[in-house]
């Protein structure tokens, strides 16, 4: 089965095709750094992270760019209101660049502890002005843009495709636009969006160009780092479903109408995340940040909640669904780390090892076809339980010798490839005086000790871990409920 995508231009899952065999050139657009990223962001990054996972599960070689807006995002997305890093810079009372590199800061440090790769490129918007001053000159001089009172805006009518991502049509976005107030004088059309924006004496985040001092609007940003980093055609442009409109459109009338050529092949747009059934909301207090909930319920379980649904579906997060990911994600360790325990293992029937074979190739196809089919995570994650609970009966059954040993441990790397959940087996980092406590406590089991056993156990829950008492012996886990 050949890999099939949904595609939210064509609106209809179509067969894949990368420009390049067996290369792929992916544009995600990451966050703006003016505060820390939230859980919905969070979802967004994750969700493309496991599809880059996929694709290179199946061959492919992924060059991924996810940029950092720095500045030019304004507060309502249109061409009205403050820069959003400007405000919050107002705000702390600090410099508007400090503010973009301390969330640039906080922002990575989530997606390492979320287990995202790092993608190929890392982009800047404040790193690429003259480039974007040179893209809107391509504009101006064919006719696409025009300048008035050192601002540029983009001539939307000009592109007669304009709206064929979002479904939206020219005439019901003029009637919209109209009742917009802001600088409707400067525009020769209302639905005229702006590429570069005339900065006041006093703005923090300004650059000299041919039409004055100013700063670059947010949908030419991406524009133009992906024409430098991936070309003038690529191969997938993902991202939320609330960059659709306007933002991943009007990157298209800008890169098409700059180029002359196809923007990307592709698009991809993850749904939103609810909270208890709602959109988030602060009021209601039912809005997270990424590294609130990191803290509470572990990156793991974080990271295995947000991959749980496909891409295409709306995650309803609650305590109820978290705690069940925190679940899965306990047993994911415990397996393994229980499967890392087994030695001296005896001589088993041949056929038991071949039926393993066997089962362990049945859930790589079915993987692999859930792949194919638009990133069906239901499938993946369900194979993986259920490669979880072979690993346990064969463990229960003393059928395990060193050559299935070796057939769980190859898959549990393959399929971790995916997943990216072993990076959080703390039981290889367990400190050497929870490790004394641990062994204390098993000398007054062993010596039928009881009240001495609590009172060790009590002491290692208070540091932050847990025993649990299994067949192999005591397993020590990291309490993430404390």
């Not at 009518?157 to 976005?173: C, H, R, T």
């Not at 923090?204 to 780092?225: A, K, N, R, T, Y």
């Not at 362990?360 to 859930?370: Q, R």
Request: with cysteine; hydrophobic share 35%; charged share 30%.
């Amino acid at each position: 089965m050949a890999l099939q995508i949904f595609d939210s231009l064509k609106k209809k899952k179509i067969y894949f095709n990368s420009i390049e065999p067996n290369k792929i050139k992916m544009y995600t657009c990451g966050p703006t750094v003016y505060n820390d990223i939230h859980i919905g962001n969070a979802k967004t990054f994750i969700i493309f992270d496991f599809i880059k996972r996929c694709l290179m599960y199946i061959g492919y070689e992924v060059i991924h760019v996810q940029n950092i807006t720095d500045v030019g995002h304004l507060v309502d997305d249109s061409d009205d209101g403050d820069d959003k890093i400007l405000k919050q810079a107002k705000k702390e009372k600090i410099d508007p660049y400090e503010i973009a590199r301390k969330y640039e800061i906080n922002y990575k440090k989530d997606m390492a502890d979320l287990g995202i790769i790092k993608p190929d490129y890392e982009p800047r918007a404040t790193d690429f002005i003259q480039k974007i001053i040179d893209f809107i000159k391509i504009l101006i001089e064919k006719d696409f843009a025009y300048q008035k009172n050192g601002s540029v805006y983009f001539r939307v009518n000009k592109f007669n495709e304009y709206g064929k991502l979002s479904g939206n049509k020219l005439d019901e976005l003029k009637q919209d636009a109209s009742e917009r107030t802001i600088k409707l004088d400067e525009k020769e059309d209302p639905r005229d969006f702006s590429i570069w924006k005339e900065a006041e004496s006093n703005h923090l985040m300004q650059w000299d160009s041919p039409w004055g001092s100013g700063f670059p609007g947010w949908h030419i940003e991406c524009s133009v780092m992906a024409k430098d980093l991936l070309g003038e055609t690529f191969d997938i442009k993902s991202g939320g479903i609330d960059l659709k409109f306007p933002h991943h459109e009007d990157e298209i009338a800008q890169s098409e109408c700059c180029n002359g050529k196809e923007y990307a092949n592709y698009y991809m747009h993850s749904e939103h995340m609810l909270i208890d059934g709602e959109k988030m909301s602060k009021s209601k207090g039912t809005f997270y940040t990424a590294r609130e909930l990191i803290e509470k319920y572990g990156a793991g379980a974080v990271r295995l909640a947000l991959i749980s649904n496909n891409y295409r579906q709306q995650i309803n997060f609650s305590n109820e669904f978290i705690i069940q990911s925190k679940k899965i994600f306990d047993r994911y360790i415990e397996t393994y780390n229980r499967l890392q325990k087994l030695n001296n293992l005896n001589l088993i029937e041949n056929n038991i090892e071949e039926k393993i074979k066997n089962e362990i190739d049945n859930f790589n196809k079915n993987i692999i076809e859930a792949i194919n089919d638009d990133f069906n995570n239901s499938i993946i994650i369900s194979q993986t339980t259920a490669f979880l609970k072979l690993v346990n009966n064969s463990i229960e059954n003393n059928e395990v010798n060193n050559n299935i040993k070796n057939i769980f441990n190859h898959f549990y790397i393959k399929i971790d490839q995916l997943m990216n959940l072993l990076k959080y087996n703390i039981e290889i980092k367990i400190p050497n005086e929870i490790k004394e406590l641990a062994k204390q406590r098993d000398e007054a089991r062993n010596n039928k000790d009881w009240p001495q056993s609590d009172i060790l156990r009590e002491k290692i829950l208070k540091l932050g871990y847990a025993i649990k008492d299994s067949k192999e012996g005591t397993i020590i886990i990291k309490n993430e409920n404390r």
